[in-house]
């Protein structure tokens, strides 16, 4: 099924700057509730990139009960994809995961973000806008 706005981001368990899940607990609730209030179409496209031992980021029981939202659609890549690709087994590649979340997505728009950006509901109001055909006044 085709959607309005696709969010794609790409994420890992990590411990990214120390409080990686914190952050990133704030984004899909908030976001979440941003998208339920514009009534638009949209969905949020989570790449689990390389995860490390095992540390699915659905699986976590601070994320599980937003990243199994009907809204959130989860894409695993595990190392093996990377060790294929002759890639170190270890790196998180950020560019990689947000363009394997693009090719997975269903937006008529797509907007590339990462786990701990909120979304306002101008930003929302502006992607409809520009999906709708209209151009903010440049002068």
């Known amino acids: 099924m085709l959607?309005?706005?696709?969010?794609?981001?790409?994420?890992?368990?990590?411990?990214?700057m120390g409080d990686f899940i914190d952050r990133f607990e704030k984004m899909p609730h908030n976001n979440l509730l941003v998208i339920n209030d514009s009534m638009v179409n949209?969905?949020?496209?989570?790449?689990?990139?390389?995860?490390?031992?095992?540390?699915?980021?659905?699986?976590?029981?601070?994320?599980?009960?937003?990243?199994?939202?009907?809204?959130v659609k989860n894409i695993i890549?595990?190392?093996?994809?990377?060790?294929?690709?002759?890639?170190?087994?270890e790196t998180f590649y950020e560019y990689f995961a947000k363009?394997?979340?693009?090719?997975?997505?269903?937006?008529k728009m797509l907007f590339f973000t990462n786990a701990d950006i909120i979304v306002t509901k101008e930003i929302i109001e502006y992607m409809v806008n520009e999906l709708k055909g209209g151009r903010i006044d440049k002068t």
């Not at 890549?77 to 087994?89: E, M, Q």
């Not at 363009?99 to 937006?107: E, M, P, Y």
């Open 3 to 16: 959607t309005d706005i696709s969010f794609i981001l790409g994420a890992r368990d990590d411990g990214y």
């Open 42 to 71: 949209c969905e949020i496209v989570v790449v689990d990139f390389n995860p490390i031992d095992g540390k699915y980021l659905y699986l976590n029981e601070r994320l599980s009960p937003y990243l199994s939202n009907s809204v």
């Open 77 to 89: 890549v595990d190392r093996s994809v990377l060790i294929a690709d002759g890639l170190h087994h």
């Open 99 to 107: 363009n394997i979340g693009a090719k997975k997505s269903s937006g």
